[in-house]
């Protein structure tokens, strides 16, 4: 059956990538299965839940199949209490807890931001999960309720599926998951694309679900994979760019997304950038000593800087846009721009002459 959302037109081909690709997705969602964070049918509805975790959209799938799992059994609208943890208290929440149930066999009461409850209502909570109700599913969510927490641990002993982990994608795997985001709205995108996307969107998985949505909708009938240009044209940046974006693009000798990051981003001292570009330089006049010594490889840089091979899987590709002579003169150069940013009257427009004279020369 083609998933919800899925657009009806899309080839068997690609559903199948779809039901393949939110397999290997939802491997690596968090400690569960996918199909457990999902609570497939053919699990009994525990007690209580708690959905922790930074991932936005995880959160949200796994609360629709909750709420979908107690719908199939009665009249949700007469069954379900909703509570944010900033103003709810815990007697107010364990009162809907305790309420039986009207024409269905079981309640649904969800707690949004547990992790924001005042100590003595987590407590509460904590006594009612010591004796809950046979006919009431609670659904805690929060953003990081901590492992130690004795909220945490109340939920925790519910039973071995009651904390589903929505732990946010390290930052390098995002685009890949973004990627596979793509094929449920029923196209693809290349990873340059997706890399693009997540600088114009941000990180917040529900927003570039969102944009991937509008994506689909724009360039779903081409029957091409959604590239930069399509990125470029439909997003809007939403997202404050990051110093390690203005880093990356200065190793890669790009001054147009050089320009286009300084723009985007706010409230960073072009003090800590001129450092961070300093790093890279050095960083990159390793890579050139290395290869030198016949050590050219990711892994025998990352074992020099001390740091995860991730990290410097670019920088020979970079370093290659450097001859030694141009990095020892803008390492040099680095100095003077410094003492003039401290000296001059403007400290930003001494960084930016700085970056464009040293990309350009």
Known sequence: MCPAGFPSAVSPSLRLRHETTVEKLGARMGRMRYTDIMMADNNALLSAYLIN???????????????ARVAALGDIDFNFDDFQGETATGEEVVSACSTMPFASEMRLVVLHDADMLRKADAEALVSYMAAPSSTTVLCLTARKLAKNTRLYKAVAAIGSRAVIDCAPAKKYELARNVRAMAVTHGITIGDAAAQRLIALAGENTVRLDAE?????????????PVGIDEVDRMVSRTAQAKPWDFT??????????CIGVLGAMRDVSPYALIGMCAVRLRELVTVHALAARGQGGTKALAAYLKVPEWRVKNHRDWARRWSPAQLRAAFSSARDCERAMKTGPDADAAFLDWTIGVLTR
């Open 53 to 67: 975790g930074e991932d936005e959209l995880k959160r949200e799938t796994v609360l629709k199949r909750l709420r």
């Open 212 to 224: 991937l949505a509008k994506l689909a909708l724009s360039c779903g009938d081409s029957g091409r």
């Open 248 to 257: 990356d693009a200065f190793a890669a000798r790009d001054v147009a997304r």
